[in-house]
């Protein structure tokens, strides 16, 4: 099983995260798609997760002017869930705070999400 944390980039690798972002929150959890998908997705960092180049997971990070950084969006499609891999989409996306050389970090969380961290 190859596993790869990718910075998503390209208009299909953004695409993929945001099919999996549908999946997740509007119909496993009945989130409006109008909520779901917002004006931040055009300026933020999204990862992707891929298992044996099958996308499985994303998040994504905003990176605000004042230096904090905010993690959200993350999801996980429900067959990869508690193996790991939103811990490492979560690693990935600090890392990119890291180097964008942020003050602070802050990455809000349902009860939800820890399902699959």
């Known amino acids: 099983m190859k596993i790869k944390i990718i910075d998503a980039k390209e208009s299909n690798q953004i695409s993929n995260c945001f099919d999996i972002r549908k999946k997740v929150f509007v ?8 909520e779901e998908l917002d004006n931040f997705d055009d300026i933020s960092i999204h990862a992707l997760a891929l298992i044996d180049n099958k996308p499985v997971a994303t998040g994504r990070l905003i990176l605000s002017k004042n230096k904090v950084a905010k993690v959200g969006r993350m999801a996980v499609l429900d067959n990869f869930r508690r193996t790991g891999i939103g811990s490492r989409v979560l690693l990935f996306l600090e ?22 961290l």
Not at 27 to 34: A, L
Not at 95 to 116: D, L, M, Q, S
């Open 27 to 34: 119909e496993e959890q009945g989130v409006p798609v109008e």
């Open 95 to 116: 890392k990119k705070a890291i180097e964008k050389k942020n003050r602070r970090n802050i990455t809000p969380c349902t009860r939800i999400c820890y399902e699959f």
